[in-house]
C-alpha cells in the first residue's frame, strides 16, 4: 500500500479500517527492523560461519521477516492461557522471496526440527495472492503495517492508526541487537544438519 | 488450529520493513467476510 492507494480509493480504505475490531481478530502482531541494518548485520563472517556470511545461514530479510513474526505470535501464545496449545497456520501474501522462505521454513516438517516447529506452533506456511479471495484480510494487514510505517517516519498518529490500535496491537521491534543475536542464534540450528537437513559427516 | 495472516511494508525512506498481521480463529476469519 502507498500514499497513492490510500487517496485514490478512500472508501475502500475506510471500509477495510472498520473490519478491525477487538471482536474481529484475536490480536495484531508487527515486527520491524532498518534494512540496512539487516544487511550489514547479514555480511558478517566469521570462524563460526563455515566461510559463508551469517545471512547465507538464515536466509534473506524476508525470511527473517516471517521467522521474527513466528518468534513474536508464539512468544505470546506461550502467555496465552486460552491459545497457549494452539497450532498455528502462518499465511503471506505471494513475494518474489518466498523461494527462500519455503527453503528455511519448510525444514520444520523434518523430524530433526521438531523441537523448533513446536517452539514456533507451526503448523503450515503459505504464500496467497493478495488480489484472491483472501484480498480483504491482506490488506487489513497492510493497512496496519503501512500506518506503522507512517508513525515512524512523521512521528504523529493517524486516526485511521488510533482506530487500529484499539484492537490488541503487540509490536517487536529488531535493533542490530536482535537481529545478531537472532542470526547468531540461527547458527546453532545448523550446527548438526545442514541447509538440506542432513546431518553433517563426522570429521576423521 | 488459529491463523495468522501477515503482509509488508517498506518505507524506502529510512529503510523501515514492517511485517504485520493479523491472528484469528476459524470462526473470526470466516465471520470477515
Known sequence: ?204 | MLKLYADESVDNDTSLMNLSGYLMTEGQFIALD
Not at chain 1, 477495510?16 to 544487511?39: D, F, M, N, Q, W
Not at chain 1, 512468544?75 to 513475494?95: H, M, R, T
Not at chain 1, 503448523?123 to 487489513?140: A, C, E, N, R, Y
Open chain 1, 1 to 204: 500500500m502507498n500514499e497513492a492507494h490510500h487517496l485514490k480509493h478512500p472508501a475502500v480504505y475506510q471500509e477495510l479500517i472498520g473490519l478491525i475490531r477487538p471482536e474481529a481478530v484475536i490480536c495484531g502482531l508487527s515486527v520491524t527492523r532498518y534494512l540496512k541494518e539487516h544487511k550489514k548485520l547479514a555480511e558478517a563472517r566469521s570462524e563460526y560461519t563455515r566461510g559463508q556470511p551469517l545471512g547465507y545461514w538464515f536466509g534473506g530479510a524476508y525470511t527473517y521477516a516471517t521467522g521474527a513474526m513466528m518468534a513474536l505470535c508464539s512468544g505470546w501464545l506461550n502467555k496465552s492461557p486460552l491459545y497457549c496449545d494452539e497450532q498455528v497456520a502462518y499465511i503471506f501474501e505471494n513475494s518474489p522471496h518466498q523461494g527462500n522462505v519455503n527453503t528455511f521454513w519448510g525444514l520444520l516438517d523434518r523430524p530433526q526440527y521438531a523441537d523448533r516447529k513446536q517452539q514456533n506452533h507451526y503448523i503450515s506456511h503459505t504464500f496467497v495472492d493478495g488480489k484472491g479471495p483472501l484480498g480483504s484480510v491482506l490488506q487489513m494487514c497492510d493497512i496496519l503495517a503501512w500506518n506503522l510505517n507512517k508513525i515512524q517516519r512523521e512521528k504523529s498518529k493517524t486516526p485511521e492508526l488510533n482506530s487500529l490500535l484499539l484492537t490488541p496491537t503487540f509490536y517487536y521491534h529488531h535493533g542490530p541487537k536482535e537481529i545478531s543475536d537472532t542470526l547468531h542464534g540461527a547458527l546453532d540450528c545448523w550446527e548438526q544438519f545442514d541447509k538440506k537437513g542432513n546431518p553433517y559427516l563426522e570429521d576423521k
